[in-house]
């Protein structure tokens, strides 16, 4: 499978951007990239995705890098309810098989500071 | 408001007992799932549900059985549950074209 290497933690204090790093360097061409996040005692949440351009939502905004081998969540006016740990995953494009499973690494335990 | 509900929150049991855990969803997604995930751990992937009496078995099926009836409903059963099954549950739905899992809140189970 596919990997990627997060950070273990990363600090924050309230109303600061969060740049978020992921790393891919082995990720193939039909594979997106998600993040999810999850506070304890909850269920992963979905964030965002992205093939090859950038995107944005009401969440996040993620920057892909030009040859994929990295992206960055950027978390904008971040709050105490940030506070989780982000997943950054690869899952292939065709629906089905594999294409359907998502493999939660260890991710970035983002702290938040009042 | 998309949402997938997982009953019960919290289960006891014991060894040799059988242990029903239900999911539901609300969006009409077709693919339906069940992942454990225990302390330090990510997500492993018990079973997947493409639709309805459509179940495939993900990469920890041993020990687990799943039923789909109905669209918005995926239960998730323990044949003579085992201590090493005490996890947490999750349950997951999708559907194309984004494929965005969305989870429920998660079950945990407690098997002495």
């Known amino acids: 499978d596919a990997k990627t290497t997060q950070p273990d933690s990363m600090e924050s204090t309230e109303g600061e951007t969060v740049h978020l790093p992921c790393s891919h360097a082995t990720i193939s061409g039909n594979e997106y990239i998600y993040w999810y996040r999850q506070v304890p005692l909850q269920g992963p949440e979905y964030v965002t995705h992205g093939l090859q351009q950038n995107t944005t939502n009401s969440m996040a905004f993620l920057a892909i890098a030009s040859d994929r081998k990295s992206s960055t969540l950027i978390l904008t006016h971040v709050s105490l309810r940030d506070a989780a740990v982000y997943h950054c995953i690869l899952r292939a494009s065709y629906y089905g098989g594999s294409g359907n499973k998502l493999i939660f690494g260890t991710g970035t335990l983002l702290s938040v500071k009042p | 408001d998309m949402k997938v509900t997982q009953m019960p929150r919290y289960l006891i049991k014991r060894m040799g007992e059988n242990v029903l855990l239900e999911c539901g969803q609300d969006?009409?997604?077709?693919?339906m799932y069940w992942y454990r995930q225990d302390p330090g751990l990510g997500l492993q992937l018990i079973y997947i549900s493409y639709d309805v009496d459509s179940n495939s078995e993900g990469d920890i099926p041993k020990g687990y059985r799943v039923s789909r009836k109905k669209r918005e409903h995926f239960s998730l059963i323990l044949d003579s549950a085992k201590t090493n099954q005490t996890s947490v549950y999750f349950c997951a739905s999708s559907s194309p074209p984004a494929y965005e899992q969305y989870f429920g809140p998660g079950t945990r189970l407690t098997v002495l």
């Open positions: 969006m009409s997604h077709e693919t």
